[in-house]
Nanobody, 126 residues
Framework: QVQLVESGGGVVQPGGSLRLSCAAS????????MGWFRQAPGKEREFVAAISWTGGTTRYVDSVKGRFTISRDNAKNRVYLQMNSLKPEDTAVYYCAATSRWDIATITNDGLYDYWGQGTQVTVSS
């Protein structure tokens, strides 16, 4: 069992930055690949980024490549999402999720994930 708690959301102007953090409970955090998803009002949940168990492999949705960076610290049981050059279309509730499976082809599928956090709101607005 893994419990996930996100933090770091807020209101930021276009072009600004935020760093989301996801704290995981349990001693087996390093056994899970981690992902970030987001859901905007009236839209389906969307994959944002994922990172493998050791952090050696990452994947991003095209719309955030070059702006967002996912990272993890297994010693602290945390995964991060550094978001730079934020745009209004990045506004959403952001969720972190954990999966015991890693497949670079399907890691974007939310059905692959076993555990989810409660989400943190990110609003990009002037």
């Amino acid at each position: 069992q893994v419990q996930l708690v996100e933090s770091g959301g807020g209101v930021v102007q276009p072009g600004g930055s935020l760093r989301l953090s996801c704290a995981a409970s349990g001693r087996t955090f390093s056994s899970y690949a981690m992902g970030w998803f987001r859901q905007a009002p009236g839209k389906e949940r969307e994959f944002v980024a994922a990172i493998s168990w050791t952090g050696g492999t990452t994947r991003y949705v095209d719309s955030v490549k070059g702006r967002f960076t996912i990272s993890r610290d297994n010693a602290k049981n945390r995964v991060y999402l550094q978001m730079n050059s934020l745009k209004p279309e990045d506004t959403a509730v952001y969720y972190c999720a954990a999966t015991s499976r890693w497949d670079i082809a399907t890691i974007t599928n939310d059905g692959l994930y076993d555990y989810w956090g409660q989400g943190t709101q990110v609003t990009v607005s002037s």
